[in-house]
């Protein structure tokens, strides 16, 4: 049966939509007062209920004071909404963790600073250089990978990386300043596709040398992995790799990626400068994340001869032992 | 709106336990808040290949804080522990007798110092970041053991914010990029950033030295009989010849274990 409604009747349904949306939104934050310490009013969004955030959110709230509201996850809800109901409770500061929760940060709250967490790639999100608006990054600095790559590889001195000029350059330049002041020689050899890695590999390969798999986004594959891996592994060539422990898991020698633990303190240590010190936002701007999870494969090191000095071992935050079969 | 009293998230305190203990296996539990937890995780499987090798009986469980190793103990869900000196000082309710110690190059003890870049005074510390290993999240007794090391140092900080780190490399890589102000780190871990970024290490300023820290001795809980504390000792004793045993040792910074003596607790 088709059912007839007026164009006023359709306002109103909409506006009685509206109404519960609102209605529900509001419900949906939750109010984590600190009485003995009452503080600013920090309104904080999260992306989405998964458990990915759940640590670093819960760190930042343990070691923040003040009058806090938790929105737990903007997912699924009118963004625009999302702004209404934080303009109206008059934040002195919003934290959003995650990139959909920094979004509408970004675009629908123009009345408080706004502190990001966990963004992947914040530069390409568009929240770099922005007024009001301070983060901690995701992505650990080149200098901060290679100082915990160098702990295994004391006399590492030269590294090659293949890239995609158009993605990454920007990285590859940070990159070759940084390394240039722990003595690494990064070597970039700029590449079109994935398949040319190959090609490329033969002429900047060499015995002496390490490779590193660096976060670009179009040479990072499966396929670009398993054959560095392949090859390196054939060529006793260290292979260092960027964004995931998985690839040390897989065959690459070690990884370095992001370690939640420091986040949400490291936020909120942002949040008290910005709201008890009174340091503008610009002054804080965007930090590197403090720590690093470096996995290091101990059978992929023992293929290619790498002598592992017993006393870094304890300074490892994951060791993967093939032979060493799980229970 | 919703309100929710105080903070009710709850944490997560058990680590991981790599098997169910089943019947006729005991536990030994193990905390150590100065321990890289991560990297403890991955060692359950190495140490649980040496405890089956010694065919002890036992399972290695891992907790991250000290109130999980309480419930465990004071339960009589543990026939052994392995915990920090100093809690083991502040249990005396939980019946624990140390039996063993661990020992690195022959030292039963470890330092910690905080050091800073070396700029200003450190008092400039007041309100700054501390970058710290901290385990279970416990930033506020971090937070305490510092502000009262600064005292004892004759330093006036009330107040300091503890950023937590997996590890101690990660605080002295935070300090030398100027991340955080200060970190509290085993001069170990200081020797190790000399070799990887000599300059950094360079300019680091020692404010002051913790008192030798007892390395988390191995202890029984309750009755146990002194032929399985025999038993346990023995095989402990040879933990670094097993392929295993050796490498989980590695993981914990440590190369052999040595037979408690009362005077270790005091100094």
Known sequence: MIRRVTPIACALLALADCAAARESLVKAFEHQRSDAAPGPRIVVLRSSNQPIFD????????????????????????????????????????????????????????????????????????????DGVAGIALETPPAVEFAQFKMVLPSLRRVVCFYHAPSSQEL??????????????????????????ASAYAGAVSAGTAVWYLNDPVLINAKTFAWLRDRTLADKIPLLASLSDDFAAKGALMSVSVDFTSLGAQAALAARRMLVQREPTKAIGVQDPIGATLSLNLDVARQIGIDVP???????????????SPR | MTLVAGRSLTFIVVLTVARVVSAGE????????????????????????????????????PVSTASSLHDLVA???????????NVLRNSKSLNLAPILVPSSGGDI???????????????????????????????????????????????????ISVIPVSKDVDALLAL??????????????????????????????????????????????????????KQLSDAFKKMAASRAGGRAMQTMGFDQWTDFEGRMLTK
């Open chain 2, 75 to 85: 339960g009589n869900q543990a026939e052994f522990a392995i915990l920090s000196a």
């Open chain 1, 55 to 130: 640590a670093p959110l819960r760190s930042f709230l343990k070691e923040t004071t003040g009058d806090l509201w938790v929105l737990p996850s903007v997912a699924d809800r009118d963004p625009e909404l999302i702004g209404e109901v934080t303009r109206s409770l008059n934040p002195a500061l919003v934290v959003a963790f995650g990139s959909a929760a920094a979004m509408i940060a970004r675009d629908h709250i123009k009345t408080a600073p706004v502190l990001f967490v966990m963004v992947l790639n914040y530069r390409r999100a568009g929240l770099a250089g922005l």
């Open chain 1, 172 to 197: 590859v330049d940070r990159s070759v300043e940084a390394l240039a002041k722990l003595q690494v020689e990064l070597v970039p050899v700029a590449i079109d596709t994935p398949d040319a890695i």
């Open chain 2, 26 to 61: 005991g536990r030994i539990v193990y905390f150590d808040p100065d321990a890289n937890h991560q990297a403890i995780v991955n060692t359950i499987s190495l140490f649980n290949d040496f405890l089956n090798e010694a065919n002890l009986g036992l399972v290695f469980q």
């Open chain 2, 109 to 159: 003890y470890y330092r910690k110092s905080l050091v800073d870049a070396g700029g200003g005074t450190p008092d400039d510390l007041e309100g700054k970041g501390v970058a710290v290993t901290v385990s279970g999240g416990d930033t506020a007794s971090a937070a305490q053991q510092i502000l009262e090391g600064l005292r004892n140092a004759g330093h006036h900080v009330k107040s």
């Open chain 2, 176 to 229: 030398s990029f100027g991340q955080v102000a200060a970190a509290l780190v085993t001069d170990k871990s200081v020797e190790v950033l000399k070799r990887i970024n000599p300059s950094a290490a360079a300019g680091l300023r020692t404010i002051f030295q913790t008192q030798p820290i007892l390395r988390s001795p191995l202890c029984s809980v309750g009755a146990v009989s002194i032929a399985r504390k």
């Open chain 1, 310 to 324: 017993a006393e870094i071992i304890p300074f490892i935050t994951k060791l993967i032992v093939a032979q060493s």
